[in-house]
């Protein structure tokens, strides 16, 4: 079935840095572009970061634009998050998407939890 599974978040103090990956299976992750989502306590869920499906093209959200960085592997089905210059307002369930499009529904991962505190 197709499934995405977040990994690498975790505490990290302001300034360090975290990388998340998503590990996409059940579908042809090359054909599709991907994001990434963050949700606060509190907040509505916001897109942090998008890539096409080649890797070719991104858009950032304002408040990581300089500090975090989305690639991704479509030899490993995997997209990642690289996050650097970390703030405590990074805090937030960051979760992994598959937009929906004319090739298929939208998907959600499971979302990882990313601390950021010291």
């Known amino acids: 079935q197709v499934q995405l599974v977040e990994s690498g978040g975790g505490l990290a103090q302001p300034g360090g840095s975290l990388r998340l990956s998503c590990a996409a299976s059940?579908?042809?992750?090359?054909?599709?572009?991907m994001n990434w989502y963050r949700q606060a306590p509190g907040k509505e869920r916001e897109l942090v970061e998008g890539?096409?499906?080649?890797?070719?093209?991104?858009n950032y959200g304002d408040p990581v634009k300089g500090r975090f960085t989305i690639s991704r592997d479509n030899a490993k089905s995997t997209v990642y998050l690289q996050m650097n210059s970390l703030k405590p307002e990074d805090t937030a369930v960051y979760y992994c998407?598959?937009?929906?499009?004319?090739?298929?529904?939208?998907?959600w991962g499971q979302g990882t939890q990313v601390t950021v505190s010291s």
């Open positions: 059940g579908f042809t992750f090359s054909n599709y572009a």
């Open positions: 998407n598959r937009p929906q499009s004319w090739r298929g529904a939208g998907v």
């Open positions: 890539i096409s499906s080649s890797g070719g093209s991104r």
